[in-house]
């Protein structure tokens, strides 16, 4: 007999999760075609990949809103709250779980149950992404769509630039937490079980 | 909830975010409208201008007893007959703006240098309605002096242009260089800005102006507004970029603009010819510049940098390198980290 299975993701989280990863998904092809952009080999055609890049990062930004008053009005949001005390000994705990423990089969250090979610990793690099990382990348995508509220000259160069930079690079930040968000996903009671869970909001302890 | 207070609350991180954003916006957003409102303002009437500014001009004294009746919109004088003092408007195309010729590329000449000396006298002679006045060639031509501007090579690309060949010799250099205030700016502004509102003005001048297109032709013209709509970011691509980057082809790599105007239908349309790495822009709009600052520097994205941007145009050499190897440690990180999970 297994372990009782945790009601852990609600309905509107999930649906904020999936869409969220959809948005991204689009949002990470386009970006990447206008970057690269090159007249011999289109990857998505430039105006068309302008088009659905601003269109998805419109939507993005409204699902986000979701997900922040979602965790202001529900209890999700304590998951995301982090305790300073000893945080730093238990980041560690935990990486050294990742880069050691899981190999000689020893038991994660932070189970996950009903009051806590997230190991102090994830608790670390979700509130880096959803809460300084994603704001910055939809102010800078709305800036960069309505360029009227840029400063033309910032530090000695362009606003406009300056703003790019930020938003590229927090692109390129966010796709990597992706890689490797999916990855650990896989590290479940079985290598699909965390990919359910996300469907049916059911965690299954290992 | 004793431990309340040693909890970061990640909602504020983002309030936080908001508020410097906006803090930024609100510090830095202000002069820079400035210049473009003092260039797109309208002419106005001028009635009485204090020369003595213009007075270190060599022949600001001399060309005085031509500028006293054509500096201003109103002009006096005596009928020598009823001897009486008749005050009457000047035309409107024949007002010179002393502020503006005084800065324009022939502030040290002579009205008469270009116009017959027979002009001293007034009433002037009425033959002189048929004078022929000169082109940029016929002055600049040949001569070693403005070799570097290549007035030669313009020329034949101009003669190669829409507006060459659909008007053949109605189309003057002084259609579009205004022989009184015209100033080059590619190679003198202090920000490329500046030469876009500038030489953007020059085409609106007529594209821009039913009675001036009409100068040329009895169609009307087209409105700019509604044939540019799918342009996305239309004011932004009008602000950042002058209209001859897509509107006319570079045949040589001696001049700094091109002259060679094209007809509508051979205008850029594909976005990727700015918004790629080899962009068409560094090659005309970017020109002087990248020449500039490549030899200053020898790292021409600066100018991109510091000036303008274009998606897909601006890629830093070395954050991508460095983008390319984190996302090659994570892939091998990921890969690893599998193959010891598997094998455990």
Known sequence: MTEEKIYLYQRWLRLWHALNALFCLFLIATGISMQFSNPKVPLIRFDIAVSIHNIFGILLTINYLLFFFGNIFTWNGKHYRISVDGFYHRLLSQFRYYTRGIFKGEHPPFPVNKELKFNPLQQFSYVIIMYIMVPIIAVTGLGLMYPDFIPTQLLGISGLHLTDLFHVIVGFIISIFMFVHIYFCTIGKTPVSNFKSIVDGYHEPH | ?344
């Open chain 2, 1 to 344: 909830m004793d431990t309340f207070k040693s909890k970061l609350r990640p909602s504020w991180v983002v309030v936080a975010i908001l508020i410097i954003t906006i803090f930024i916006i609100v510090l830095t957003r202000s002069s820079e409208t400035v210049i473009e409102e003092k260039l797109q303002e309208p002419v106005k009437s001028i009635v009485k201008t204090d020369t003595s500014s213009f007075s270190k001009h060599k022949n600001a004294a001399e060309n005085e007893n031509c500028l006293k009746c054509h500096g201003q919109s109103k002009y006096t004088y005596e009928n020598a007959e009823s001897g009486k003092s008749i005050t009457k408007l000047m035309y409107a195309e024949l007002i010179i703006d002393r502020a503006l010729f005084y800065e324009s590329n022939h502030r040290e000449f002579k009205c008469t240098d270009c116009h017959s000396e027979d002009y001293v006298t007034f009433p002037h002679p009425g033959n002189l309605r048929m004078e022929t006045k000169a082109n940029c060639i016929d002055c600049h031509g040949g001569d070693e002096q403005y070799a570097k501007f290549h007035f030669e090579n313009i020329d034949t690309e101009f003669q190669e242009s829409v507006h060459s060949a659909k008007h053949s010799e109605d189309f003057t250099c002084w259609m579009c260089h205004n022989a009184h205030t015209y100033k080059i700016t590619a190679r003198t502004s202090e920000n490329i800005k500046q030469t876009i509102t500038y030489d953007n003005a020059i085409c609106l001048e007529c594209h821009g102006n039913l009675t001036k297109y009409q100068l040329l032709t009895d169609k009307q013209n087209p409105n700019l507004i509604v044939k540019h709509e799918w342009l996305p970011n239309q004011v932004l691509h009008f602000q950042s970029v002058r209209c001859i980057e897509c509107h006319t082809k570079k045949m040589d790599d001696s001049t700094l603009v091109a002259h060679n105007i094209l007809p509508k239908t051979k205008a850029v349309k594909n976005c990727t010819e700015c918004h790629s790495s080899n962009s068409i822009l560094m090659a005309a709009l970017y020109k002087y510049q990248v020449k500039e600052v490549r030899s200053a520097r020898g790292f021409f994205s600066s100018i991109f940098a510091s000036e303008s941007y274009a998606i897909g145009a601006n890629r830093n050499f070395y954050l991508n390198m460095i983008s390319i190897v984190i996302f090659g440690f994570v892939i091998i990180g990921i890969a690893i980290h599998t193959v010891l999970r598997i094998l455990k």
